[in-house]
């Protein structure tokens, strides 16, 4: 294996075959929310009369939810307070993922969004950090049945659902630590394309494929989550929403949102050389610094498990 003049390894090359046009929006805000003595202003990606979009910051909850009693923040509450109105939203993301969230200024519109879901229409990418080095491209059709939700009382098991995702692998990296019974450890940064919306979709395919996403405690490999956790600043899981096409809900115009990486993401990208394999608008979006919200709620996956069931 081949190593730079600093003994870290050179990652193999990988594929680059996406490129997203970046929104720049300015945008007013109102009156903000505070989480203690701190201000929280979200990085509000888009904004029009009809809908507002943000990049989600990891360990943020959609909504007020069983996950996480004690969480006194929610993205739903931040952003009506931040643009002054009631907001609806139009899909979820997980509490540790970070990425593009959409929300709709009218109930109406919201139907018209989610109508959009329904057919399919909307089309998603999430970038990740898994273990292991993965194949250029795999297409996963691997029906899942819901993950029992053991907050809701008498909850049955339900039957398999289609869920469909394309894995493309944009770059590799060994690097010489002996995590797990291997002495060396190899990862993989790749771009997620799901065509279905189950919950859980992308971690839970990624651990069916025996490649579980770095950070991940209820589905991923807790040595390596350790490691990147106390080693390389990396805190939370690695799964970002960083794209999102669809249709404006009342013009027609076609829209694509890009969301920035956050500080713990970006160090990993120059950790391991992986900047310029990255998709062309997410390259773009390293010319500016990281908003300061996106560490505002950073949380190991682990401690996030811990806490929802103290031994």
Known sequence: MNTRADDKPWPIQGTDSLAFQRQDTKVECGTLPTTGDITVELEIIYQDEQLVVINKPSGLLVHRSEI?????????????????????????????????????????????????????????????????????????DYAMSPPVDKYAKHERVKPPQEAITDFTCLSTVEIPVEIDKYPQSRYSLINCRP???RKHQLRRHLKHLSHPIIGDARYGKGRHSRYFRDHMDAPRLLLHAWSLSMEHPTTGEELTFVAPLDRVLRKLMDDFDWVDHLPTALQLGLTTPPHASMDAYLRSDEDEEASANPQ
């Open 195 to 197: 065509f279905t919306g």
């Open 68 to 140: 996480d009693r004690h969480a006194t923040d929610f993205a739903l509450q931040l952003v009506r307070n931040q643009v002054g109105q009631r907001v609806y939203p139009v899909h979820r993301l997980d509490k540790p993922t970070s990425g593009v969230l959409v929300f709709a200024m009218q109930p109406e519109i919201a139907s018209l969004v989610v109508e959009q879901w329904r057919q399919r229409n909307i089309e998603k990418h999430y970038l990740a950090i898994v273990r292991g080095y993965m194949p250029e491209f795999t297409h996963l």
